[in-house]
């Protein structure tokens, strides 16, 4: 069974620097971890995404260069830094897991939130 509980979420200044992370239990090879975010009465979305296995990653366009995800399979941990920070990026931050097969992610943190201050 996988578990994730995410942590490192607060309140930042607008152009401030933030890093989540993701403690994991049960990840096995072939799976993929996922960062997703959720702004207020918004539909959540995929931030980045790495594969537990190999160096591939993913970023929305809107983080790209700004946010870099990456784990430490030895700690069973996922991070995801965050820099240059907007307003637009706040939102309740979510990990979440997936298999290669499975289209979509099965198992999810509970949240933590992100505020950005202008």
Excluded: H
């Excluded at 931030?47 to 946010?67: H, L």
């Excluded at 870099?68 to 941990?77: G, L």
């Amino acid at each position: 069974q996988v578990q994730l509980v995410e942590s490192g979420g607060g309140l930042v200044q607008a152009g401030g620097s933030l890093k989540l992370s993701c403690a994991a239990s049960g990840l096995t090879v072939g799976m993929y971890v996922g960062w997703f975010r959720q702004p207020p009465g918004k539909e959540r979305e995929l931030v980045a995404s790495i594969s537990w296995s190999d160096p591939s990653t993913y970023y929305r366009t809107s983080v790209k260069g700004r946010f870099t995800i990456y784990r430490d399979n030895a700690k069973n941990t996922i991070g995801l830094q965050m820099n240059s920070l907007k307003p637009e990026d706040a939102a309740v931050y979510y990990c979440a897991a997936r298999r290669l097969t499975d289209n979509e992610y099965q198992y999810w943190g509970q949240g933590t939130q992100v505020t950005v201050s202008t």
